[in-house]
Structures are given as C-alpha cells and as structure tokens.
C-alpha cells in the first residue's frame, strides 16, 4: 500500500509539513486531524508502516516525521536510524506508550529530536513540532535522567535476532528471514543471554523488552 497524501488547503510552503507513521488506523487519522487544525501544519502524507514511510518521507520531503515504535517490517527506530544514515534534514518525533528509558536513549542514539509519551495533553504534539522544527529537542526530564543510567548491552543483530525469538521464531525461520545461518543465529541468541544473564531465550528477550531494548 503506498503511503497517501493528504490534501489541504493551507499554503505548504509557509507550513510545518509533517509525515505521520503509526499502524493503528484510529491512531494515525487523530494524530492527522489533532495536527491540521493547526493553522502553522500541514500532515503531507501519512504512513501505516516503516517501508511506507521511508516512501512518504523520500517523495515529500517533510520538515519533521512523526513515529511510533513498533510498527510492521521496519519500527519508527529503524526508520530514524535509516533516515541518519542518509543524512535526511527532517526532524524526527517519536510518539510511543513506551515509558522506558532504553527505548529513549536509542530513540537519542537514531537521531530523534522528541520522545513523547501518547498519553500527553492533545496539544503537546503540536508544541513539539514547532519546537524541534527550530531546532529544539523536546523530551520528558524524568525519562532523559533515567536514559543515562544502564546502558544497553546488546548489539544491533543481536537485537534483531531476540526480537524475532522472543516472538517464537525458531533459529531456523530467523536465519532465512535474516540471511544468515543457523550457527550464527545459536551464537548471536547466546551472546545475548550471556550478557543479560538470562537462562534461555524467552528470558533473555523479556529482559531486554523490559529495559526497552528490544
């Protein structure tokens, strides 16, 4: 499904253009209507998974993307990571249930220039907006404390291949969908339960979803 445009009325070009990126359908049409109220914004297009909104983001080339999470075939963190990696000037805001602060400091380590809670007041999002569109960074401060306390052991593949155990995928399945082999998946999953101390798989990726490093 390609990602849709959303038409305005408003003046693009003296507008803060935005992409949204949420899966949940309700979710991502109120986050789009909280915001075009807005005389100063402009939600360009919005995207139901990462893949889509790497499209939305390369065809409309917003001032500020907005993300959840957890999302289907690339999360709001990979994108942010992805949108670094080729240096793209959009600002990112990430807009997640995830009070942790493991999800925060790698949301910081991908670029994003705002974590925010969904459970803020309606208008919180629209300051953020403004805000990190002048080059601000808005983040809770209790979070952005906690952020630099335990840091996350794991490595990126590592990271990947518990997600996909921890979701109940055998070695086998992982290392098709990854490209990888077998043995390397086994010793990817038993670096990561070494280094969370954990006694099998299933532990060791409730460890890290936990600590929001997964």
């Not at 803060?16 to 309700?26: F, K, L, P, W």
């Not at 404390?145 to 590592?158: F, I, M, Q, Y």
């Amino acid at each position: 499904m390609n990602p849709s445009a959303v038409n305005s009325s408003k003046d693009l070009r003296r507008t803060i253009r935005v992409v949204i990126a949420e899966d949940q359908g309700m979710v991502l049409g109120a986050l789009a209507a909280l915001l075009d109220i807005e005389g100063d914004i402009s939600v360009v297009a919005r995207a139901r998974d990462g893949v889509e909104a790497l499209e939305a983001i390369e065809k409309h080339a917003p001032d500020v993307f907005i993300t959840d999470i957890e999302m289907p075939r690339m999360t709001g963190l990979e994108v942010a990571a992805e949108l670094k990696r080729r240096r793209v000037r959009s600002r990112v805001i990430i807009v997640t249930t995830f009070a942790r602060a493991g999800y925060l400091r790698r949301a910081l380590d991908a670029g994003a220039s705002a974590y925010l809670l969904k459970d803020r007041p309606a208008d919180a999002l629209a300051d953020a907006v403004r805000r990190v569109h002048q080059g601000l960074r808005v983040i809770d401060p209790d979070l952005a404390t906690e952020a630099w306390g335990e840091l996350d052991p794991l490595t990126d593949r590592e990271r990947q291949v518990l997600r996909f155990a921890g979701e109940g995928m055998a070695s086998g399945d992982i290392a098709a969908q990854l490209n990888l082999s077998e043995g390397t998946v086994r010793n990817y999953l038993s670096e990561a339960i070494s280094k969370l101390g954990a006694s099998n798989r299933v532990e060791a990726a409730r460890i890290a979803r936990t600590k929001g490093w997964l």
